[in-house]
């Protein structure tokens, strides 16, 4: 089975912050990792994702996100946030038999302060 | 020139009713989702379908059927429509090569309200 871990529902900073949203999973089998963005009234749209390769992966909007397997870890970086970053963000897991079948963290609420 | 499109984008509807939501996805993925998303944005697969084919069946009521005529639809049938389904509904699609995953392309969701 896989899961996955989102560390703190709710994050607040101030524009021109850092941005950093934690996720942790648990997979038993090379994960493939994924970040959404989730917009009000809005589906979620894939910001970026880790298959294979490079640890180190770039996404849309200047997020990017270090795959650490010793740490089980995916976190989400922005270097400087803006008011348009205000929304949902979700972590999801899959792999293996699993390729496919996302599981999805319960999500972070991003609020910018100005 | 939408990639997945869902329709209607809002459903009110009363109790003991019964609703379709249909998805269409134009992207010529093979795999296509049913997740839904209750009041805590939490997020569940429901079904998945491959060409046609039931591949994922997670523990929903047998009230909820989905139907898949080709690739690039996904219909989902509710019937006897009870408060507890009250939530949006997300269609998704994939590309799936050798068991490799490159992440979803969601549509933009059916708010469903039971009353």
């Known amino acids: 089975a896989q899961s996955v871990t989102q560390l703190g529902s709710h994050v607040s900073v101030s524009e021109g912050a850092l941005v950093l949203l934690r996720c942790n999973y648990s997979?038993?089998?090379?994960?493939?990792l994924f970040w959404y963005v989730q917009y009000p009234n809005q589906g979620l749209q894939l910001l970026l994702k880790?298959?294979?390769?490079?640890?180190l992966v770039k996404g849309i909007n200047g997020f990017e996100a270090e795959f650490k397997k010793s740490e089980t870890s995916f976190h989400l970086t922005k270097p400087s946030a803006h008011m348009s970053d205000a929304a949902e963000y979700f972590c999801?897991?899959?792999?293996?038999?699993?390729?496919?079948?996302?599981?999805f963290g319960d999500g972070t609420t991003l609020t910018v302060k100005p | 020139d939408t990639a997945v499109s869902q329709t209607p984008k809002y459903l009110v509807t009363q109790m003991g009713n019964d609703k379709s939501i249909k998805c269409e996805q134009n992207?010529?993925?093979?795999?296509m989702y049913w997740y839904k998303q209750d009041s805590k944005k939490f997020l569940k697969i429901m079904f998945s379908y491959n060409n046609k084919e039931l591949i994922i069946n997670e523990t929903v009521p047998n009230r909820f059927s989905p139907k898949s005529p080709d690739k690039a639809h996904l219909n989902l049938h509710i019937n006897s429509l009870e408060l507890g389904d009250s939530a949006v509904y997300f269609c998704?699609?994939?590309?799936?090569?050798?068991?490799?995953?490159?992440?979803?392309?969601f549509g933009s969701g059916t708010r469903l309200t039971v009353v």
């Open positions: 998704a699609s994939s590309q799936i090569r050798q068991t490799r995953d490159y992440g979803y392309t």
């Open positions: 880790y298959t294979t390769g490079a640890t």
């Open positions: 997979s038993s089998v090379p994960p493939y």
């Open positions: 999801a897991v899959s792999g293996g038999t699993n390729a496919g079948k996302s599981t």
């Open positions: 992207l010529g993925h093979d795999t």
